[in-house]
């Protein structure tokens, strides 16, 4: 049963533009290509390497050359961030030959270039485990177990996030309530097993009928919510219409 159907538009305004600085550039970076991503860590290495040059021999830019691996190892793989680490000391290396600077002793300039790198090493693969154990987290923590919806926490955000949208580009957005009519005489009847499996056919009706962008979650219980992005409330209800055929045809199977 379709609970209700809402739509935001230019009237509903939130401010957080620091916060959605930040969402905007992790966008901007998660969408990049992976070839485009690398080519942007390697001209930042070779930036750094250029500073790393004209700097005085007393100082040094090890740390600088973090970043670029950090954000190869991050958004990228294992073995781009490794491979943008190679980039790196290649690039401090070569900026202390062609700046002049020498050592006193031979083995003093490999054992320091190879600190450097294993310490650029484990900044790559701490920064990838990171990541990788910061995705499981977030999956867990966004969907719901039963029916791999989202849950109603990430709901929750999304929907700020959608508001922040709204004020910052006037982008409208719509949201959709529904819950299963009868849901208790289900498990009643038929037991809790069946109910399970009503609530992932409700979610597997749902989903061919709304975009890749568009939220689909559980609240709780037999209550879901779908949250239309830059859609308006014409646009969401013909949405509707098609997710309600398709879950009167689950209700017959009953």
């Given at each position: 049963?379709?609970?209700?159907?809402?739509?935001?538009?230019?009237?509903?305004?939130?401010?957080?533009?620091?916060?959605?600085?930040?969402?905007?550039?992790d966008r901007i970076f998660?969408?990049?290509p992976s070839w485009l991503?690398?080519?942007?860590?390697?001209?930042?290495?070779?930036?750094?390497?250029?500073?790393?040059?004209?700097?005085?021999?007393?100082?040094?830019?090890?740390?600088?050359?973090?970043?670029?691996?950090?954000?190869?190892?991050?958004?990228?793989?294992?073995?781009?961030?490794?491979?943008?680490?190679?980039?790196?000391?290649?690039?401090?290396?070569?900026?202390?030959?062609?700046?002049?600077?020498?050592?006193?002793?031979?083995?003093?300039?490999?054992?320091?270039?190879?600190?450097?790198?294993?310490?650029?090493?484990?900044?790559?693969?701490?920064?990838?485990?990171?990541?990788?154990?910061?995705?499981?987290?977030?999956?867990?923590?966004?969907?719901?177990?039963?029916?791999?919806?989202?849950?109603?926490?990430?709901?929750?955000?999304?929907?700020?996030?959608?508001?922040?949208?709204?004020?910052?580009?006037?982008?409208?957005?719509?949201?959709?309530?529904?819950?299963?009519?009868?849901?208790?005489?289900?498990?009643?009847?038929?037991?809790?097993?069946?109910?399970?499996?009503?609530?992932?056919?409700?979610?597997?009706?749902?989903?061919?009928?709304?975009?890749?962008?568009?939220i689909v979650a559980r609240?709780?219980?037999?209550?879901?919510?779908?949250?239309?992005?830059?859609?308006?409330?014409?646009?969401?209800?013909?949405?509707?219409?098609?997710?309600?055929?398709?879950?009167?045809?689950?209700?017959?199977?009953?």
């Amino acid at each position: 049963a379709l609970l209700a159907l809402y739509s935001c538009g230019h009237d509903f305004i939130v401010c957080h533009d620091r916060a959605e600085r930040v969402i905007h550039l992790d966008r901007i970076f998660r969408r990049l290509p992976s070839w485009l991503l690398f080519l942007v860590c390697l001209i930042m290495t070779v930036f750094v390497g250029v500073i790393d040059f004209l700097t005085v021999p007393e100082t040094t830019m090890t740390l600088f050359y973090v970043v670029p691996i950090s954000l190869a190892s991050w958004y990228g793989s294992r073995g781009m961030g490794f491979t943008v680490t190679f980039v790196a000391l290649a690039t401090l290396i070569t900026a202390e030959i062609l700046a002049g600077r020498h050592y006193s002793q031979v083995y003093l300039q490999v054992w320091n270039n190879l600190a450097r790198f294993g310490l650029l090493m484990l900044v790559s693969y701490l920064v990838n485990s990171l990541r990788e154990r910061f995705e499981v987290e977030k999956n867990l923590a966004e969907t719901d177990p039963l029916t791999t919806a989202y849950n109603g926490r990430y709901f929750r955000e999304r929907s700020a996030t959608e508001i922040r949208r709204l004020e910052r580009y006037r982008r409208p957005f719509t949201v959709a309530y529904l819950d299963v009519d009868d849901f208790k005489k289900v498990n009643d009847i038929h037991g809790h097993a069946v109910g399970d499996e009503l609530l992932k056919k409700v979610v597997s009706a749902i989903r061919p009928c709304v975009r890749e962008l568009d939220i689909v979650a559980r609240l709780g219980g037999d209550e879901f919510a779908i949250l239309f992005v830059d859609t308006s409330l014409p646009g969401a209800a013909e949405a509707m219409e098609k997710i309600q055929s398709r879950l009167r045809a689950i209700a017959e199977d009953i």
